[in-house]
């Protein structure tokens, strides 16, 4: 009986802490509904943009530097304005936060994959292997996380022709700032798992004979996914941000496919000549973005830890 | 009286004396702030033959004939210079100048100079291969031979800088840096020692360069008043017109178009602009029977002269002067600019842009679909460069032509695209100011069929090749009748436009920002000359 089954789970979530912690939090609402709002608009992109600024047929430098429609001389096709090429700026912002977001959540589940895979076997393991994969992180915790970034970024760039760039930028981008971000999940799962495996459910369940595979899949890893959601939540804002900045830095995305960070890159060539709407729309949707993304994952933070209820 | 106080005074007195015994630049010392989009790319005077790095150069290497602000013949190294024979030059040089180590400057500096400009990393090949040979008469004079009658080669010279043998052969830098990067080690890519008003202090390339006054300058009467000269090149438009109007800068350059207006409002500052002699241009691979970098295998579409054309008549010039350069461009049909001697009116006139005639031409071609191909692109080398290129994709793109945009710095453009790697591209964005000021220079360098051994069309990057151009061209360089002369150049440059050769552009406005208080002089080659600059 399905049915009974999804209603009774429904009013189950319905009466949890969570979800009350979430209905008494204005804040929160707002963020959830801006952060919701941006990805629905950004995924719904091809569909309510009205152009595709990666067309560079659909162009017409004509159209170069148009200001917002509400100001002198602007046009009603370009509600935002257009940049120095004549590229509509609210199509760039929902196509650049599509690719924002996009570069977001897929470093994001790198990161969580390759944190939490190595920080359960850390933790369960111990020894030798514990040794080695926290030395790792510990190293690599000495560097900023956008220097990693920049210097896979870089690497890459110098390693891989220029015709081949364009088309792995964005798997090179992910996994740039995806390798720059495992160390927190790591370290958080290997203390968890490290209590959890002392356990006596753990421990029955390997006397009755079952593998450790199963074990860390089955019985631990269910058990350590709370903090991990909070800190992939906290992490994608860091991911976007990070994106943004790698991109401003004109090593991100290619100009030809821009996110959020090239676009304010672009603009910010022409803020002295009073052009301001190229950089400050993109910089707008990028700072509510992330602001929500971050505030959600504060909520979600508060709202799971036990000793704050 | 304490001892440092009796210290304090003897430095006092040490530093008077030497005040006084420099006259009057140390007497009021100054420190200039200089900015520019990119790096000069080296520092030795043979490695790459574009004007902002020769310009630069200038300060600390000299000719023997140089240009004054109004790119008039100088004499700088020579005092006089004659030519007896058609195909004989004589130098007279100064007998009073040393290089910045002490060293004379003498007559067997200006035969290695020229060697040296010959060897294989250099980019100043074509200059050196004006002359056969260069013979020294004594130790203050020279005589130049070349192969054919050259009435302009002091002109031709005039960024053909002269090193010290001695401290060449010590350094063992005897041959020129190759801009490719094969030898960036060479001694002079990093170290100068020149005859120039400034001594190189500093080389940080790409991050920081400064510049000392020299002392025994041979010249006592230049105008400037700058001891110190820091340059740091500054990439980021906005950053760089940042730098200015805070005060942290007191010259940039250039000043992005569309921040003119900004710079006039500003208290302190002003924008500084004028006709360059730059014309800017794109270039099409014609040479190679396989484009390196297009989606078209076993043949090369550029080849096809309805191809150029469906290039040419794809991209409306005027748009892009309008929109990108913000008006402040001169269109051009030629790959002349204004300035340059030899210049006519009708080179002012683009191709009239059609792109359905484009569509139409492609398809004639055997490319309904058009095709991919890689645009090579400076981002910090003439104003707005890399948007050029981007509003020259979009237009391209609109007839069908796919371009994969590659825009980087100077140094990697440079060293992909000139003679040193083999013309590594198949479209590229130049920009080229004759450096003699005169057409025959651009006919030679841009438009000659390439040929080794005369080092002519050594700046086709494209291979752009028609026998009748070659032969014109060599016409124009011994031609002494000015009417006839300019009838030919003309009659050139039409057959290049004829032949679709290139996709000229603009012609690039000079647009400096300067701090008041400090005077330069803004010559047409874009060059700042820091002879001239005088710091308030």
Known sequence: MPDLRLSARLRAAADSDLWYSFRTSPVTIVSALTTLVLVAAALAAPVIAPHNPFDLASLNIMNAGLPPVWDAGGEAAFPLGTDDQGRDVLSAILYGARISLLVGFASVVFSVVLGVGLGLVSGYVGGRVDAVIMRIADVQLSFPAILIALLIDGVARGLLPHDMHGEVALYVLVFAIGISGWVQYARTVRGAAMVESRKEYVQAARIIGIGPMTILWRHILPNVMGPVLVIATIHLAIAIITEATLSFLGVGVPPTTPSLGTLIRIGNDYLFSGEWWITIFPGIVLVLLVLSVNLLGDWLRDALNPKLR | ?536
């Open chain 2, 1 to 536: 009286m304490t001892l440092t106080s009796k210290l304090l005074r003897s430095a006092a007195a040490v530093a008077l004396a030497a005040a006084v015994g420099a006259g009057a630049v140390a007497a009021e010392a100054a420190t200039l702030r200089w900015s520019y989009q990119g790096d000069a790319t080296t520092m030795d005077p043979h490695g790459l033959n574009e004007t902002f790095t020769l310009g630069f150069q200038g300060n600390i290497y000299e000719p023997l004939v140089g240009y004054d602000k109004d790119l008039k013949l100088t004499p700088m190294l020579a005092e006089r210079w004659e030519n007896p024979e058609p195909n004989k030059w004589v130098f007279h040089l100064r007998k009073d100048v040393t290089f910045h180590n002490g060293n004379p400057f003498t007559a067997d500096d200006v035969i290695f100079s020229w060697q040296r400009s010959l060897t294989e990393g250099s980019d100043m090949k074509g200059y050196g291969a004006k002359a056969e040979a260069v013979n020294k008469i004594d130790d203050h004079t020279v005589e130049v031979v070349t192969k054919s009658p050259n009435p302009i080669l002091p002109r031709e010279w005039v960024f053909l800088y002269m090193m010290d043998k001695e401290w060449s052969e010590a350094n063992n830098t005897t041959e020129a840096t190759n801009v490719k990067g094969s030898n960036q080690g060479n001694h002079a890519n990093l170290h100068a020692n020149g005859t120039g008003p400034f001594m190189l202090a500093e080389r940080q390339p790409d991050v920081k360069t400064t510049l000392k006054r020299f002392a025994d300058y041979w010249d006592k009467g230049i105008a400037t008043n700058v001891t110190d000269v820091v340059f740091t090149p500054v990439t980021q438009p906005a950053t760089r017109v940042a730098a200015l109007l805070s005060g942290e800068m007191d010259v940039i350059q250039p000043v992005p178009v569309q921040d003119w207006d900004r710079l006039e409002k500003a208290p302190g500052v002003k924008p500084l602009t004028g006709a360059e002699a730059r014309s800017i241009f794109i270039g099409m691979d014609q040479d190679r029977d396989e484009l390196k970098y297009s989606s078209v295998k076993g043949k090369n579409p550029f080849k096809d002269a309805r191809v150029r054309e469906a290039v040419v008549r794809a991209v409306d010039v005027k748009a892009i002067d309008e929109k990108i350069m913000r008006g402040a461009a001169e269109p051009l049909g030629s790959l002349l600019a204004g300035p340059i001697n030899g210049f006519d009116a009708s080179f002012g006139t683009p191709y009239e842009p059609d792109p359905e005639k484009s569509k139409k031409l492609l398809a004639e071609a055997g490319y309904p679909n058009g095709f991919t191909v890689t645009l090579d692109c400076p981002n910090d080398r003439y104003v707005n460069d890399e948007k050029v290129c981007q509003a020259v994709a979009g237009m391209l793109a609109r007839v069908g032509i796919k371009v994969d945009l590659l825009a980087q710095t100077k140094g990697k453009y440079f060293g992909k695209v000139l003679a040193q790697a083999g013309y590594d591209t198949s479209m590229y964005l130049l920009g080229w100011t004759p450096s003699s000021i005169d057409a025959h220079n651009s006919l030679l360098n841009l438009a000659a069929c390439r040929n080794k051994d005369t080092q002519a069309g050594l700046f086709n990057l494209g291979g752009y090749c028609n026998p009748k151009v070659d032969e014109l061209t060599h016409k124009v360089g011994s031609e002494t009748d000015q009417a006839k002369r300019n009838a030919m150049i003309k009659e050139a440059f039409e057959i290049v436009r004829d032949d679709y050769g290139y996709l000229p552009l603009h012609a690039q406005p000079l647009s400096w920002g300067v701090r008041e208080g400090v005077e330069v002089v803004q010559r047409a080659d874009d060059v700042l000359d820091l002879r001239s600059a005088v710091v308030k």
